[in-house]
């Protein structure tokens, strides 16, 4: 029942790691649970971060997800104490985390609030007054089915969701209700988070065809739009099957498509 | 060929598995063991209906299909075990009144079909991306005529076999 002795949790970034094991953290000499350390100290520690697929056990890090392992240094220094490990997994169900872009699907509108689904186990909550220049008297004009570009305010285990469509300045920034027309499709998570690097070659690739308008929400859901039905789908179409295609196969779909 | 398909002492059968081959539920997975095969499906962390939902931890729900019939208590009593073990390595605690619901299908059964079960089960798990602890297996035994113990046995084995189980 007791794992094993773990590994030292540098040497396994980069590989494939798998529930149950136990990542070891670098010691730190200077670390005295007695003493306190008064003045100006040499250095400070750096605070590790903790992030998707492991969790903090007794001896170390715990592998909750499989997945690859993945470190990034702090911006700070040199210094190896501190910085990220976070294990890069591919799941298609979205679990809500605060501060995520997602498209949601009003179902309801009970009194003030919209209900929105989100794709999670809980449908969120989002006010009307959380659109930008939303007042009592200008309400902002939304139904049932709309599709809306929020972020969430609000996501954790315990409690509801609640999305809003301003930052924290009460300007919009791109959110608010999706317009008509358009096609929105469902993709995998892994898939999506490609696709928001930055410089991603798809998007780039596909601009070069032709013009379109992209959302893509966090919770796995994209919306395109182009000029007629038929280049929407088309577009759909190679984005749906990008995650299963290779960087040349991609290329030479891109070239057939074009030279029609 | 029937001697070949059989595993002889402490040999498994040749096994396999795909992950990912359902476009529906989060989670799929198909092991096979011998000509023991087993597709599971896995959907969660979902929408749970309000009697079902647990105040800290999520509702975990199996349900196994046999190959032919409606199930019985046989199956019945292999849903519970196959939720124990879910349970004790699913984080339940990180989503609160969610439901995850595990769906498997006996497409063959040459022996051994607990086991097959539970490793349909785990490797469904990994691919729905649902937290766990750590990882689970099967490997039936079974306690030949002669005394022997036979691993991963057949149907033929498992019926001449004196006594059998599986973890």
């Known amino acids: 029942m007791a794992a094993g002795s773990g590994v030292a949790a540098e040497a396994c970034v980069g590989q494939v790691v798998l529930p149950g094991d136990v990542l070891l953290l670098p010691a730190h000499p200077d670390e005295d649970g007695e003493q306190l350390r008064l003045g100006a100290s040499v250095a400070p520690r750096g605070r590790l971060l903790c992030g998707p697929g492991l969790r903090r056990c007794a001896a170390g890090l715990l592998v909750t997800k499989c997945g690859l392992l993945r470190h990034r240094q702090p911006s700070g220094g040199a210094a190896a104490a501190g910085g990220a490990y976070w294990v890069d997994s591919q799941q298609k169900r979205y679990v809500p985390v605060k501060g995520d872009h997602v498209i949601g699907i009003v179902t309801a509108k009970a009194g003030d609030v919209f209900k929105l689904d989100v794709g999670g186990s809980e449908q969120a909550s989002l006010s009307y007054l959380a659109f930008e220049g939303a007042t009592k008297r200008n309400r902002p004009n939304v139904q049932v089915g709309d599709l809306i570009y929020g972020q969430f305010l609000v996501a954790n285990k315990d409690m509801e969701p609640e999305m809003v469509c301003i930052d924290s300045k009460g300007r919009s920034s791109g959110m608010g209700i999706i317009g008509q027309d358009g096609f929105l499709f469902k993709v995998s998570l892994g898939l999506l988070r490609k696709l928001l690097a930055p410089k991603c070659e798809v998007i780039q690739e596909l601009s070069q065809l032709y013009p379109f308008e992209l959302v893509l929400g966090m919770n796995g859901r994209i919306w395109v739009k182009a000029k007629t039905v038929q280049q929407t789908l088309i577009i759909v179409n190679i984005l749906e099957a990008c995650e299963y295609m290779t960087a040349d196969q991609r290329k030479q779909a891109l070239a057939k498509l074009s030279g029609h | ?167």
């Not at chain 2, 029937?2 to 402490?10: D, K, T």
């Not at chain 2, 087993?38 to 975990?60: H, I, M, Q």
């Open chain 2, 1 to 167: 060929a029937m001697a070949a398909a059989e595993g002889s002492g402490c040999c498994l059968r040749p096994f396999s598995c795909e992950q990912g081959l359902l476009s529906r539920p989060d989670g799929s997975a198909a092991f096979l063991q011998g000509d023991t095969s087993v597709l599971a499906g896995l959907y969660g962390p979902a929408e749970v209906k309000v009697s079902k939902e647990l105040p800290d931890r999520a509702a975990l729900e199996v349900l196994l299909r046999p190959k032919v019939g409606l199930p019985g208590v046989a199956e019945r009593s292999r849903e519970q075990l196959l939720r124990q073990t879910c349970e004790a390595v699913v984080l339940g605690g990180l989503h609160p009144r969610s439901a995850v619901t595990l769906v498997l299908q006996v497409l063959s059964d040459a022996g051994s079909l607990l086991s097959c079960c539970l490793n349909a089960a785990c490797m469904g798990l990994l691919d729905a991306g649902l937290p766990l602890s750590r990882l689970f297996c099967g490997v039936t035994c079974a306690l030949g005529p002669d005394g022997a113990i036979v691993l991963d046995p057949t149907t033929r084995q498992e019926q001449v076999s004196a006594a059998g189980g599986s973890p």
